[in-house]
Nanobody
Framework: QVQLVESGGGLVQAGGSLRLSCVASRSIFSSYLMGWYRQAPGKQREMVAR???????NYADSVKGRFTISRDNAKNTVILQMTSLKPEDTAVYYCNTVPPYVAYWGQGTQVTVSS
């Protein structure tokens, strides 16, 4: 059973930065497209960034130019570097495969951006 553990969230002022990490309990990254998702209160979960095993990235329009996804397959880690944060980025952030596998959803990490 694979576990994905997210960390790095917190409270930050608008314009600030945060670096989120996702570590898997065993190696799955070499085979899978990985993504970062977020869910804001009262809204559906959405994917904000994804990365192929070879490092090709795609971003939601809402975060393009501000967020950067990267991966280290040797360390079973996916990183989301977030800059120029906005209050509308406030959400719980999760990592998972793309498409997401239900059993892999972790607890997520809370990101709160104050105005």
């Amino acid at each position: 059973q694979v576990q994905l553990v997210e960390s790095g969230g917190g409270l930050v002022q608008a314009g600030g930065s945060l670096r989120l990490s996702c570590v898997a309990s065993r190696s799955i990254f070499s085979s899978y497209l990985m993504g970062w998702y977020r869910q804001a209160p009262g809204k559906q979960r959405e994917m904000v960034a994804r990365i192929t095993s070879g490092g090709i990235t795609n971003y939601a329009d809402s975060v393009k130019g501000r967020f950067t996804i990267s991966r280290d397959n040797a360390k079973n880690t996916v990183i989301l570097q977030m800059t120029s944060l906005k209050p509308e980025d406030t959400a719980v952030y999760y990592c998972n495969t793309v498409p997401p596998y239900v059993a892999y959803w972790g607890q997520g990490t809370q990101v709160t951006v104050s105005s």
